[in-house]
């Protein structure tokens, strides 16, 4: 009998005998377990060139090299694709970038929808939900899941300039320091070159680059605009320092308070208690996107706030004010310097924008319970 037949014999008479009780499944790309019929089926895979590796197996000496390589990427972009499937973002559908968020029953979020979430639950004057399975989430009741962040960060990713695969926690080091094919600016931008392209060609161009050749007087006109920026910034920084010479000054902690009004449509706006600063009595109030009917339809988000006298005064009061961060608070606003001149006939400013970097900021002031903010005040002498 040849060999053939005998293996075809023995792959019958182990079929009856075999069952799915009877071949354990181990975890992914490991062996099958002993049972009957292992031998024969485990010579049938050898026989057609299919054969699972396990711990001191060697891969088929008989198989074309490239189809051996070929199985192997395959069967690990599966498992990246599952893996991809499983710690994505059940709001976004994509990897996290940074924290990751899980509510009580474990589904994940990435930092930026959770707090998208909990600010359209503010606006809407709901009780925010997990998109998956309607669970209460809250910054009190969802916490970070380690695990996956550190898990994210070691699955590949493809750098959008080389189009190599990186782990994901060294992939921006490379896009920024690493990468050759990384988009760069020549180093003559500042007197108005306005080239770009791969850092590969960056010594090149920059050994040809006419900018450097060019007359006094072509560079003046870029130089002027250059002045008129930092004189803009410069003005700031005077005007707060000069500001901080002023006799009268006073600073406090606001804490604004969500509220509702009571029209036929509700809108949220914020609210301080009273504090005193000056010996006077004052109020801030603020709203979203200037009142907007449905701010929650809308992915731009901003704050406007109005400063209020509530005391009364025998004489007009002049006063410089700007709001910044409070010390406890990540929210990144820039210095911007208010000017009003209080009476009893004019005792409230016009609602100025709080001046946030973007809306991801202005969702953070919304998600919280209470937004805490830095007052200066400065009384200007007559």
Sequence with gaps: MSSMEERMELGVAAAPGSSSSGLGVGPVGGALDAGPGSAGLAGIQEESG?????????????????????????????????????????????LPKASVYQCTNGHLMCAGCFIHLLADARLKEEQATCPNCRCEISKSLCCRNLAVEKAVSELPSECSYCLKQFPRSSLDRHQTEECQDRVTQCKYKRIGCPWQGPFHELSAHEAECSHPSKTGMELMGILDEMD???????????????????????????????????DFITRLYYETPRFTVLNQTWVLKARVNDSERNPNLSCKRTLSFQLILKSKVNSALECSFL?????????????????????NDANETEYALLPINDSVECNKLLAAKNINLRLFIFQIQK
């Design 50 to 94: 299919v054969r699972r590796d396990g711990p001191g197996s060697e891969a088929d000496p008989d198989a074309p090299p490239k189809k051996r390589v070929r199985q192997q990427e395959g069967e690990a972009g599966k498992l990246e694709e599952r893996l991809y499937s499983v710690l994505c973002c059940t709001v976004c559908l994509d």
């Design 228 to 262: 008129q920026s930092h004189r803009r910034e410069l003005q700031l920084y005077n005007s707060i320092f000069s500001l901080l010479c002023f006799e009268k000054i006073g600073f406090t902690e606001v804490q604004f308070r969500p509220y509702r009004t009571d």
């Design 323 to 343: 709001l910044l961060k409070g010390p406890y608070d990540d929210v990144k606003i820039k210095p911007v310097i208010q000017h009003h001149v209080f009476s």
